[in-house]
């Protein structure tokens, strides 16, 4: 059978969430990835040393909004004390790059007031956080760099960001920063630099279980790989009336495109989701002394709730993932092996590394953040478009329980079980054959913990597609997260609640009022296989 090509609505769509450049294109960018751009750049700007200290700025990202264990912020704090001058920090608020990322509602006031509370604890130890506005995503490195000229900057700190988008901000601003201001810019997201673990062949791991082995070892041989480094020390009071204007800068309202439905809304999730450092470390500490130890063996039962809920933390940088090391290590009896000792907190700090493998993937293979499947073939998929499918999907009435419940969590809660988050986002792409750009879109648009670097990956197309029957049976056995969250659902007896439609008399199940599924499982199930095998084969490079 002859090749055919690609339609061209498939190659330029009109949904924003579906745009992303040709699969040429993102080889290209694989073959000269921007993190070793930057990291040359970086090298030859030379060391910090060469530069006397004047005022010294840290650069927050929304990755690392905490003073405690934050590489840039201490590094740059110990470079101001070398001088006379001040520690200043800022934070770049970019409401087009809200947008354009498609950020919640309730991540984007998370943001917010992690800026709010690490603003009023730097200014006690008067160390203003100011928060510069850029208009356009144009304008946000010419902000900075009007920043640290008006303040006599001679250093500037910032932690590494690992996608297409901040690395090509960060090359651009390494290019354009005078030469004599020193720019520095550190690791914190992760225990071991991405990219550096190598296979025995001396490339980048493209395996979890290898990299994770790997990672095990290295941290087990070097545990100061997790130390971690205190908050700065503060400036003198002469700061609050040099710097006068930064510490006067506002945090900013949520923009109009990412409002609450309600004030009710918002002030529900905040009480979900509580900002600040001292709450992550609460939370953490809770987990590790009431979860952890039944985290093993049923942390795929949503109903029990036994993951920690850190997500939104590591997410925005609340807290560091190696203080949730060390507070692993404490609960371990102070053993530095992690796959020792306790079964639940090897299996949690294993979802750890998980998160370190996807910014390490993200290195290696940086088309993943351009809106592209890490395998490209699957960018030759012709998916459906259905519709009244999706709009089943998003408002959790597709007539599939475990599906239904996911997504209706995910709405209460702008957070959803990672075993759910398995099961609808295959059923997105797999049973409904739905462009899971649209899915990974729609967590990007509801999620309070939604990362680049894990969601890209969480949504990538394949070939196995999770049955939502057996897949509830297996991880819900009682029903119990269905019935929270399906009370469609609540008085349905026993096993029938997995396939209400099935397992039920027609007469019982009209009454629920709970819709059919919208498409069958088995059908569909081969189509998609069907419809991989045939279009990553015959369709044009």
């Given at each position: 059978m002859s090749k055919h090509a690609r339609p061209s609505s498939s190659r330029e769509p009109s949904d924003p969430a579906l745009k992303?450049?040709?699969?040429?294109?993102?080889?290209?960018?694989?073959?000269?990835?921007?993190?070793?751009?930057?990291?040359?750049?970086?090298?030859?700007?030379?060391?910090?040393?060469?530069?006397?200290?004047?005022?010294?700025?840290?650069?927050?990202?929304?990755?690392?909004?905490?003073?405690?264990?934050?590489?840039?912020?201490?590094?740059?704090?110990?470079?101001?004390?070398?001088?006379?001058?001040?520690?200043?920090?800022?934070?770049?608020?970019?409401?087009?790059?809200?947008?354009?990322?498609?950020?919640?509602?309730?991540?984007?006031?998370?943001?917010?007031?992690?800026?709010?509370?690490?603003?009023?604890?730097?200014?006690?130890?008067n160390i203003p956080l100011a928060v510069i506005e850029a208009p356009e995503r144009k304008d946000k490195v010419d902000k900075v760099l009007e920043l640290v000229e008006k303040y006599d900057v001679s250093h500037v700190f910032a932690n590494m960001e690992y996608e297409v988008d901040e690395l090509r901000r960060d090359v651009k601003f390494a290019k354009e920063l005078k030469e004599d201001i020193s720019l520095e810019i550190l690791h914190d997201q992760t225990v071991v630099v991405p990219g550096e673990l190598k296979t025995g062949a001396g490339g980048p791991h493209k395996v979890f279980t290898p990299y994770h082995k790997a990672w095990l070892a290295e941290t087990a041989s070097d545990p100061a790989l997790y130390d971690t480094v205190p908050a700065p020390k503060g400036n003198s009071k002469d700061a609050q009336k040099d710097l006068k204007a930064l510490f006067e800068t506002a945090i900013p309202s949520l923009p109009s495109a990412k409002t609450f439905a309600?004030?009710?809304?918002?002030?529900?999730?905040?009480?979900?989701?509580?900002?600040?450092?001292?709450?992550?470390?609460?939370?953490?500490?809770?987990?590790?002394?009431?979860?952890?130890?039944?985290?093993?063996?049923?942390?795929?039962?949503?109903?029990?709730?036994?993951?920690?809920?850190?997500?939104?933390?590591?997410?925005?940088?609340?807290?560091?993932?190696?203080?949730?090391?060390?507070?692993?290590?404490?609960?371990?009896?102070?053993?530095?092996?992690?796959?020792?000792?306790?079964?639940?907190?090897?299996?949690?700090?294993?979802?750890?590394?998980?998160?370190?493998?996807?910014?390490?993937t993200m290195v290696s293979t940086p088309h993943d953040s351009l809106n592209l499947p890490h395998n490209l073939n699957f960018d030759k998929v012709h998916w459906e478009a259905d519709e009244a499918g999706w709009e089943k999907w998003c408002a959790g009435t597709t007539g599939v329980p475990f599906v239904d419940a996911g997504m209706r969590q995910l709405r209460a809660e702008a957070y959803m079980h990672n075993r759910l988050r398995m099961n609808v986002s295959s059923?997105?792409?797999?049973?409904?054959?739905?462009?899971?750009?649209?899915?990974?879109?729609?967590?990007?648009?509801?999620?309070?913990?939604?990362?680049?670097?894990?969601?890209?990956?969480?949504?990538?197309?394949?070939?196995?597609?999770?049955?939502?029957?057996?897949?509830?049976?297996?991880?819900?056995?009682?029903?119990?997260?269905?019935?929270?969250?399906?009370?469609?659902?609540?008085?349905?007896?026993?096993?029938?609640?997995?396939?209400?439609?099935?397992?039920?008399?027609?007469?019982?199940?009209?009454?629920?009022?709970?819709?059919?599924?919208?498409?069958d499982y088995d059908e569909t199930a081969r189509r998609a296989k069907d419809r991989y095998k045939h279009d990553l084969h015959e369709a044009d490079p």
């Open positions: 992303h450049p040709p699969t040429k294109r993102a080889r290209e960018i694989d073959a000269h990835p921007p993190f070793h751009t930057l990291a040359e750049l970086l090298e030859e700007r030379g060391s910090s040393d060469s530069v006397s200290p004047r005022n010294v700025l840290h650069w927050f990202r929304s990755k690392d909004l905490r003073a405690e264990d934050n590489r840039g912020l201490h590094a740059a704090g110990q470079k101001a004390r070398e001088g006379k001058g001040h520690l200043i920090t800022m934070y770049l608020h970019s409401p087009k790059d809200l947008e354009w990322h498609g950020t919640s509602p309730a991540r984007t006031d998370f943001i917010l007031e992690n800026l709010r509370i690490l603003k009023e604890q730097l200014a006690e130890e309600s004030d009710e809304e918002r002030d529900r999730l905040r009480r979900l989701w509580p900002a600040g450092h001292k709450a992550g470390i609460d939370r953490l500490q809770h987990f590790l002394d009431e979860k952890v130890r039944d985290y093993a063996a049923y942390r795929s039962q949503p109903a029990r709730d036994l993951g920690s809920r850190l997500s939104p933390y590591f997410a925005s940088g609340a807290l560091s993932v190696r203080e949730a090391l060390q507070a692993c290590k404490k609960s371990n009896n102070n053993d530095s092996r992690f796959d020792a000792g306790d079964a639940g907190i090897a299996a949690w700090v294993r979802e750890l590394v998980f998160r370190e493998f996807y910014r390490h059923y997105l792409s797999g049973n409904l054959l739905i462009d899971y750009r649209r899915g990974e879109r729609f967590f990007a648009e509801n999620l309070v913990d939604w990362d680049l670097c894990n969601n890209t990956m969480g949504w990538e197309p394949s070939y196995t597609i999770f049955n939502p029957v057996s897949q509830a049976e297996r991880n819900d056995p009682d029903g119990e997260y269905i019935r929270k969250w399906v009370p469609e659902l609540r008085d349905v007896p026993g096993k029938a609640v997995f396939a209400p439609w099935k397992r039920l008399s027609e007469a019982e199940f009209e009454k629920l009022g709970y819709p059919r599924p919208h498409v």
